[in-house]
């Protein structure tokens, strides 16, 4: 059995690709890997009780994601960190606390906790207006396990990975061997001990020309063999990537992911969660 389904929902740099007014090969391309939405991911956990429904991140395309992917459940919200791209969507959580009305937890570092308090405190401390998304904030440091909010007692195990991306402290998140780390540009020796052992890891490729916040595809790729990772999917790229040729070029067990790209990873979550 599948233990976990995790289904890239947006593969883009924060323009997305097309950008707007460009009319290069690949913002022409007819190529539908080439059409890349801002990143975000969903991830279905299979438990022996059911499953646990993970999202990371909530970008401006959440919206259209939640509904061209057909995501009808969400038990928590995973942020990798508070740039625009990555947290704009949040109001559009709304529907998934019409039922059940519970609060839906979002797990995110200091850095990230401080800005969704200041930027969105009209949801995480006022929480009065009507019709308000309900949303329970939970500052992270550690492995926290996330339930269900549809009636069974599964749990999955979220183990956070720090990472930086330029001067920021961000956040990737492995759930049993799958890990996902995005915006990225440096990871950790302790860090890149927490990610041995991978069947699927996603990580951060912007480009081929170095980027002071990002990884190239040639420092993710290092990234992905130290950690001896048997799959490597590579997200948020620009517009200088054609995906057909791009991705043919990478070494093998290393790819470029496309919006839409759904992983199966086989796992024993419940092994994971009882930390044996
Ligand atoms: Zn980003
Ligand atoms: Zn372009
Ligand atoms: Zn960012």
């Known amino acids: 059995m599948s233990s976990l389904r995790a289904t890239l929902l947006g593969t883009g740099t924060s323009t997305g690709v097309p950008v707007i007014g460009c009319t290069c090969a690949v913002c022409s391309s007819h190529d539908p890997r080439d059409r890349r939405l801002r ?9 022996v009780e059911g499953p646990v429904h993970l999202l990371i991140d909530t970008g401006p395309d959440f919206r259209q994601q939640a509904l061209t992917y057909g995501i009808e459940r969400v038990d928590g919200v995973l942020y990798t960190h508070h740039h625009f791209d990555h947290i704009v969507g ?20 200091a850095e990230t906790a401080g800005s969704l308090l200041r930027t969105h405190g009209y949801i995480f401390e006022d929480g009065t207006y009507p019709g308000i998304v309900k949303l329970s904030l939970h500052e992270i440091d550690g492995p926290f396990s996330v339930g269900s909010r549809y009636g069974h007692a599964g749990a999955v195990s979220v183990t956070p990975i720090p990472a930086r991306h330029g001067a920021m402290d961000v956040l990737g998140f492995r759930i049993g061997r799958f890990a996902y780390l995005t915006d990225v540009n ?12 991978l069947e ?3 990580l951060d490729g912007l480009r081929e020309k170095p980027h002071e916040t990002h990884f190239t595809f040639a420092e993710a790729t290092a990234v992905a063999q130290g950690v001896g990772a048997k799959e490597a999917y590579f997200i948020h790229m620009t517009h200088t990537t054609p995906h057909a040729e791009t991705d043919a070029a ?13 992983l199966y990873v086989e796992d024993d979550i419940e092994k994971y969660v009882e930390g044996k």
């Not at 990143?39 to 438990?47: D, F, N, P, R």
């Not at 949040?90 to 570092?109: G, H, K, M």
């Open 39 to 47: 990143c975000s991911a969903y991830i279905v956990a299979e438990t």
């Open 90 to 109: 949040v109001d559009d959580l709304r529907p998934y606390c019409f039922d059940p009305q519970t609060e839906i937890p979002c797990f995110a570092n």
């Open 186 to 197: 440096a990871v950790p020796d302790d860090s890149l001990g927490l990610l041995e052992d």
């Open 200 to 202: 699927v890891l996603i």
């Open 250 to 262: 990478l070494p093998e067990g290393i790819h470029l992911a496309y919006d839409g790209l759904t």
